[in-house]
């Protein structure tokens, strides 16, 4: 344009004085228009980008170190959950003892009974007695003698029967039912009771760690934007100044053309150089990448909270410590605690055990035994008792084989199932093919559902602890934006048998009731019959219990081997099994007999839809 501008001043015939002032005109407008937007432009990247860091400040508004995350309607008062459960369990206490008291009383009773029924048949008054012989001939006194004894002795019979009756009529009139019913009952109230406490504190915590993820994802996100902003904010900034310096040297050319020296003034735009420092952003010069603002801290999410987590042993030492009874294990939904424990019993060895898998480390010979429940594994044997190594790897023992006394320090740990914390209990009742009916229920919806669970053991437990998003309830669950999917109900063995609600930190399920449907194509259903008893050859010898539940439990498990119960006394203790084999449905009416002592029998329904099968003894 320089050149062009020179050459017409050189040929004022070429010129048209007019349209080349027009021109001038027209273009100074324009520029004066660009500059304009070029500026509009830079001040708005500006104020966009100190948009960006004013926004980072907006993650920690009304946010200090007390502020607390807790769920909808919770005030974070967890006092009356504390009481209701410590104030239960005080209570069961209280049943639990008068129960026991009540069973040691029978007990007792029960062992008396057993020392006078003995001392009662050691009495026989038909013995020819020494006391009764006489140096004397005479026939007199040796008949008083004999009177003197036989009177003696009919007193002693007496007063052993009527001994004997009074302790059997005080067994009789003991009847410890509603203390035992009083305690299961109360202690039901008191797991639910805790359980509810439980997870409420996990719903805290969930609710917590969410809120305090998405205040630390606030402020990245916030100085990520920012960050992003001032590098958008400086290449627009950038780019104007170039433009802002075309801008310049045109109205410069410009006004040259109106000058009287053209080209000196031609000469003085091509050599000028203009600052562009007004085409600035404050933004981005106060932008400093290592001034990242440290929002304010609540003290919960730097594990703050008012209770342990319900899933260590911190929360049953500091919350349930000086409790009455003692309190259940961890249910909640938050909840991933062992049902197993393994005790450790030195100098014991199995008599057989499967060499051909091994395990280089206990604890994976313990995950091993915990996956196959106590039905498929009795517990581990460590050879040397000093902890399995790849040279000197640990063993799984089948249940029912026997162990015996080891010579070289071997040891056995035995699996436990753990029914209270830090308290364990003994089982190995076998695997069978048992059905359970399971109810649950859904904490933001009225009601209950059941279903039918197959395929279990006949001691299996079953509780809602995690989610899944790999079940059809649960893919379902992920594509309406629950990314954990849907709650899913476990066996003990950690099997998914059912699926819940879609994953919610405020919707979970929890199962309310389980109950025994039946096995081995028989059900958990029972016919009574009063005075009646099977000889001692009709019952499975040496299998003997003292609740019916373990009873039927372990008939159940019989499947067609054990046909039902026999209860002596019918007093609810002291349960024998009826063997299978010699006593069947076809003809146990004509093998049972006719008891004088109240015993009563239990048959065990078949189930017509299924077949019966032989279970594991």
């Known amino acids: 344009m320089a050149q062009a501008a020179k050459a017409d001043k050189a040929d004022p015939v070429a010129t048209d004085s007019a349209n080349l002032t027009d021109f001038v005109v027209q273009m100074k407008g324009i520029l004066d228009e660009m500059l304009r937007d070029l500026m509009n432009s830079t001040n708005l990247a500006n104020a966009a980008c100190q948009a960006a860091y004013n926004n980072i ?3 920690g508004a009304g946010v200090n170190s007390s502020t607390v995350f807790y769920p909808a309607g919770f005030n974070g008062d967890f006092t009356t959950y504390k009481t209701n459960h410590s104030t239960c369990r005080s209570e069961q206490h209280q049943v639990q003892t008068r129960a026991s008291r009540c069973e040691a009383t029978r007990d007792a009773y029960i062992t008396l009974e057993n020392e006078y029924l003995a001392a009662f048949r050691a009495l026989n008054e038909y013995n020819s007695p020494q006391e009764c012989a006489s140096a004397e001939t005479d026939v007199q006194t040796y008949l008083q003698s004999m009177v003197t004894h036989f009177q003696n002795t009919r007193i002693a019979w007496w007063e052993a029967y009527h001994r004997l009756q009074n302790i059997t009529t005080n067994i009789s009139n003991m009847d410890c039912t509603v203390d035992t019913l009083a305690q299961v009952s109360k ?37 990520n934007h920012y960050v992003a ?17 075309a801008i310049k040297r045109l109205q410069c050319l410009l006004d040259a053309f109106a000058a009287t020296d053209m080209d000196a003034a031609i000469d003085a735009c091509i050599q000028a150089r203009y600052d562009p420092s007004s085409v600035s952003s404050a933004c981005v010069s106060s932008y400093n990448p290592n001034g990242k603002p440290t929002p304010p801290q609540p003290a919960v999410c730097q594990g703050g909270n008012s209770v342990p987590h319900p899933n260590t042993d911190q929360f049953a030492a500091t919350e349930y410590a000086g409790l009455a009874a003692s309190p259940s294990l961890c249910y909640a939904t938050c909840c991933t605690q062992s049902m197993y424990t393994f005790t450790t019993h030195s100098g014991w060895a199995p008599a057989s055990y499967d060499s051909s898998t091994s395990y280089s480390s206990i604890s994976d010979a313990q995950s091993a035994c915990e996956s196959l429940t106590p039905s498929g594994c009795y517990g581990i044997f460590d050879i040397s008792c000093d902890g399995a190594t790849a040279a000197q790897p640990a063993y799984l023992i089948t249940p029912g084989t026997p162990l015996q006394a080891s010579s070289s320090g071997s040891c056995v740990l035995v699996m436990r199932l753990a029914t209270e914390r830090n308290t364990t209990v003994t089982t190995t009742l076998p695997a069978v093919n048992c059905t359970w009916d399971v109810t649950f229920n859904r904490t933001d919806v009225t009601g209950v559902r059941t279903e039918r669970i197959t395929q279990s053991a006949v001691d299996e437990a079953f ?18 934006g629950y990314a954990n999917g849907a709650w899913v109900m476990s066996n003990r063995a950690g099997g998914i048998v059912a699926d819940g609600s879609c994953c919610s930190s405020t919707k979970f399920n929890r199962v309310v009731g389980q109950t025994l449907y039946g096995c081995n194509g028989y059900l958990n259903t029972w016919n009574q019959s009063q005075n009646r008893y099977f000889s001692v ?24 081997l054990c046909w039902g119960l026999m209860d002596d006394g019918c007093d609810g203790s002291g349960f024998a099994l009826v063997d299978g084999i010699g006593v069947t449905t076809a003809n146990w ?8 002592q109240g015993t009563c029998i239990y048959e065990k329904k078949p189930d017509a839809t299924a077949v019966q099968t032989t279970g594991s003894n």
């Open 463 to 480: 509780k809602f602890i995690t989610c899944s998003n790999e079940t059809a309830q649960g893919q379902s669950c992920a594509s309406q």
């Open 537 to 560: 050859d009709k019952t499975i010898r040496a299998l003997r219990y003292s609740t019916i539940v373990e009873a039927k439990k372990h008939c159940l498990s019989l499947g067609s």
């Open 589 to 596: 009416d004509s093998e049972v007999l006719v008891s004088s």
């Open 187 to 223: 202690k039901s109230q008191c797991d639910q009771d805790q359980l509810t406490y439980e997870n409420l504190v996990c719903s805290v915590y969930q609710t917590t760690n969410e809120s305090c993820q998405t205040y630390v994802n606030c402020n990245d996100n916030a100085w």
């Open 229 to 245: 902003m001032v590098q958008n904010t400086n290449n627009t900034v950038v780019d104007n100044q170039w433009e802002y310096r």
């Open 57 to 59: 400040s907006a993650c």
